[in-house]
């Protein structure tokens, strides 16, 4: 198994440009999430989805869209980049709870984001 | 408002010493936390998994112990190791999705 994968890994935005970031998971998981972390801070969560359809705001979801149309593929799209969406996302995947326990989530390696 | 904090930012020790890194979260209504690590320019890998129900887990040299009444979480890591070397995070997992709060991390340098 792959794992989580992200592409791209880096990349540099001009100011109102768009782009989007793909993830992409091997492990049949149904829920997926976006972070973005920020130099010396913790990460923080942008969206997620609870399966294919299913897709919900998280922390800091301004400026971000996504959809999730299969299990595997999980795409964020930057609509006009902005120099604050500078920034690391990562990508992760987990198996919904059972219970009242809550699964392990598995990361991507990221990808880095510039905007100028 | 859930806040999670780690202490201390940055750690540094020679190699074969035991040592504890710190997290604290302000609500403790949560489902479990989480102990990750992140090496530079990678994604996390998780350590442990502490469901809100359990005090501890242990996975070969490393420990965490689980305080909710006191909004803290400990991470014992035995006999470091320079392949230690890496940033710490905590997660804490509340009542929902939109409440997964990360700390910022402890960098751990280990020397040889």
């Known amino acids: 198994n792959a794992g989580v994968t992200q592409t791209p890994k880096f990349r540099i935005l001009k100011i109102g440009q768009s782009m989007t970031l793909q993830c992409t998971q091997d492990?049949?998981?149904?829920?997926m999430y976006w972070y973005r972390q920020d130099p010396g801070m913790g990460l923080k969560l942008i969206y997620y989805s609870v399966g294919a359809g299913i897709t919900d705001k998280g922390e800091v979801p301004n400026g971000y869209n996504v959809s999730r149309s299969t299990t595997e593929d999980f795409p964020l799209r930057l609509e006009l980049a902005a120099p604050s969406q500078t920034s690391v996302y990562f990508c992760a995947s987990s198996y919904p709870p059972s219970g009242s326990s809550w699964e392990t989530q598995y990361f991507g390696p990221g990808t880095r984001l510039l905007v100028l | 408002k859930q806040e999670v904090t780690q202490i201390p930012a940055a750690l540094s020790v020679p190699e074969g010493e035991n040592l504890v890194l710190n997290c604290s979260f302000t609500?403790?209504?949560?489902?479990?936390l989480q102990w990750f690590r992140q090496d530079p320019g990678k994604g996390l890998t998780s350590l442990l998994l502490?469901?809100?129900?359990?005090r501890e887990q242990t996975s070969g040299r490393l420990n965490a112990s689980l305080d909710k009444s006191s909004g803290r979480s400990t991470l014992y890591i035995a006999a470091s190791q320079p392949g230690d070397s890496a940033t710490y995070l905590c997660a804490v997992l509340g009542t929902s999705y939109d409440k997964v709060i990360f700390g910022p991390g402890t960098s751990l340098s280990v020397i040889p």
């Open positions: 492990m049949n998981h149904n829920y």
């Open positions: 502490i469901q809100s129900s359990q």
């Open positions: 609500d403790s209504a949560i489902y479990n």
